[in-house]
C-alpha cells in the first residue's frame, strides 16, 4: 500500500558530473510521469511513460536528460554532465492508467543541488 | 512554458479569514485539477472540475469552473493554520499535466 517513492531524496554533486534518480511508482500503476520543480514555480513535465515505452518525452530540456523503464516499473531519470541550472527538485508521478481521467499519485521528489 | 495564470502568487493571512485563488488560461480546457504541495512533498490531488459552471465543495474548500472553461478559482472559508502550502492548478495537454505557478498561502493562528 505504499506511495511512489523516490531515492535519494537530496542528491548533491559536482558540475559536469553523472546522475541517476530512482523512482518506484505505485504497484499496479502502468502510467509513469517525471516533472521538474524550480523554485517559485509549478512542477515542469519532462517525460510520460505508458508501461516500458516513453509515450511523451518532449519535456526533456536537451540530450543530457534521458529516463528508462526497462520492466514497466521502476523508472531511472539520468542527467549527463550537470550544469548548475539543472538544480531542482525532481518530481516522479505514477498513475494507474494515464490520461485525462487518470489522478497522478506524486513522489516526495529527490531535491538535485549542482554546486 | 507557463499556460496557466494563477493569482495571487503569495497570501498571508490568519486564522478564521476567508480566500479565494485564481487560475486563468486564454484557451479553454475540457477539465481542471487543483493539487495543494506542503514543503518537501510531492503535490497531491484535491479536485478535479470537467463541466463549465461546475462547484465542487471538499469541508471548506469551494471549487468552480468558470461558464466558459477558461477560468477556476479556489474558496476557502474559516482557513486554518493546516491550509497552509502552494495551490496549484493544472490542465491536461495530451497525456501530461501542465501546471501554473501556484498561489502560496500561509495562514498563521
Known amino acids: 500500500g505504499a506511495g511512489v517513492s523516490q531515492t535519494p531524496s537530496n542528491k548533491v554533486t559536482e558540475k559536469g558530473k553523472y546522475v541517476e534518480l530512482r523512482c518506484d511508482p505505485i504497484s499496479g500503476h502502468t502510467a509513469l510521469y517525471w516533472y521538474r520543480q524550480s523554485l517559485g514555480q509549478g512542477p515542469e513535465f519532462l517525460i510520460y511513460f505508458q508501461g516500458t515505452g516513453a509515450a511523451d518525452d518532449s519535456g526533456l530540456p536537451n540530450d543530457r536528460f534521458f529516463a528508462v523503464r526497462p520492466e514497466g516499473s521502476v523508472s531511472t531519470l539520468k542527467i549527463q554532465r550537470t550544469e548548475r541550472g539543472d538544480s531542482a527538485v525532481y518530481l516522479c508521478a505514477s498513475s494507474l492508467r494515464g490520461g485525462a481521467n487518470s489522478p497522478l499519485h506524486f513522489g516526495n521528489g529527490t531535491r538535485l543541488t549542482v554546486t | ?109
Open chain 2, 1 to 109: 512554458t507557463q499556460l496557466l495564470e494563477q493569482s495571487p502568487q503569495f497570501l498571508s493571512i490568519q486564522e478564521g479569514e476567508n480566500l479565494t485563488v485564481y487560475c486563468n488560461s486564454s484557451s479553454v480546457f475540457s477539465s481542471l485539477q487543483w493539487y495543494r504541495q506542503e514543503p518537501g512533498e510531492g503535490p497531491v490531488l484535491l479536485v478535479t472540475v470537467v463541466t463549465g459552471g461546475e462547484v465542487k465543495k471538499l469541508k471548506r474548500l469551494t471549487f468552480q469552473f468558470g461558464d466558459a472553461r477558461k477560468d477556476s478559482s479556489l474558496h476557502i472559508t474559516a482557513a486554518q493554520p493546516g491550509d497552509t502550502g502552494l495551490y496549484l492548478c493544472a490542465k491536461n495537454s495530451g497525456y501530461a499535466l501542465n501546471f501554473g505557478k501556484g498561489t502560496s498561502l500561509l495562514v498563521t493562528p
